[in-house]
């Protein structure tokens, strides 16, 4: 007789493969999304890279009550003042809550440079939701409510979480603006050249003939004329005196049409292998639309290519408005972004006398590997039935 544990070893035996068997049934049937999340999910450096992504783009999306000061908002007392300290207990030992004290601008007596010390009978509380300097989030809704300060003005006493620039303004407020630009714009950027290169590269690829070859010419042209000489000419052509917003949409417009001609080559394969599959030709049969093939038939069929590409892109698009911005071709102040930021990097005594001014382009590497890593995580999950 088959004694108590061997049942319970047979009955735990039939339920694992039961639940196998309906893990490989669930693997069948699911939609192609689905696999690719469950893929998605297995790869750890593109999971964290997207919560960091959102955690970016939530700070620029609320700059405006992140940010503890206005990003103009200077003063002329605390010119390339360090990183505020903060302090969870005082001199005496006593524990008081997060708090900095009051920084004093004194002269180092061996090298005469300027230096900032603590004066430790001046305790500012660090407080969330503090009230500040009144702001209008996305222009429209008015408020004063911050997610931290200190109850003091700029001008009297500040909380400097980065630091401050030669000017006196508070460089975390200013990384937090500057994201909103700087994030955007690959975004905007790479959704132009998603529209160009599906459009002009499915016309290429679908109708073929003299269309295609014209598009082709066009695209060799592109390609051959060097990169970063061309956004040069393009940005040093842009008007000196147009608006901030002008010069953001200008910017955006000349990346897209340089970065557009990759994404249409690879579609322009797509379409030639795909134009005489049999679901294809299936589609004509019933009377379907040339539009509705090309958007609702043969583009999903390697949209998950797509995805990844774009991930990819984006921070291209980042670094080439970064790097015009730098030596003076992209945006221009009064407009802020991690690109113009990091102009203060040229000033070499400005970096020798306080390299937190370099902390902008942390902000951009974070961005960068952040944006690589995801791509890298959807482009192995594009293909899920991969072994």
Known sequence: MATEGSIERTRAEDADVATVGNRTEQIYVAPQW??????????????????????LYLIAIFCEFVAPYDPESFSTRYTLAPPSRI???????????????GMKRERDPVTLRPIFVEDTSDIHPIRLFSPGQPYKLWGIFESNIRLFGIDAPIEEHAFFLLGADRLGRDLFSRIVYGA????????????????????????????????????QRVIEFIR??????????????????????????????????????????????????????????AARLVGSSEMRIILRHMVPSFLSYIIATLT??????????????????????PAISWGVLLQEAQNLRSVALAPWVLLPGAAVVISILSFNFLGDGLRDAADPYER
């Open 312 to 333: 990819l892109a984006v921070p291209g698009v980042i670094l080439a408005e970064t790097g015009l911005s730098f030596i003076g071709l992209g945006l221009r102040a």
């Open 224 to 281: 051959s004329i060097p990169a970063i000489p061309l956004w040069m000419g393009l940005s040093a052509a842009l008007p000196a005196d147009w608006p901030v917003v002008w010069v953001y949409f200008g910017i955006t417009v000349i990346l897209s049409l340089i970065g557009w001609t990759g994404l249409a080559r690879v579609v322009r394969g797509r379409f030639l292998a795909l134009r005489e599959e049999d679901f294809v030709l």
């Open 34 to 55: 689905k696999l690719m999340w469950w893929k998605f999910r297995k790869h750890r450096m593109a999971m964290v890279s997207g919560v960091v992504l959102i955690f």
């Open 87 to 101: 302090h969870f207990f005082d001199t005496e030992g006593n524990f008081r809550g997060p708090f900095i004290y």
């Open 180 to 215: 909103r630009i700087s994030l955007s714009i690959g975004l905007v950027g790479v959704f132009l050249s998603l529209i160009l290169g599906i459009v002009l590269g499915g016309i290429s690829g679908y109708y073929g003939g003299v269309v295609d070859t014209i598009i």
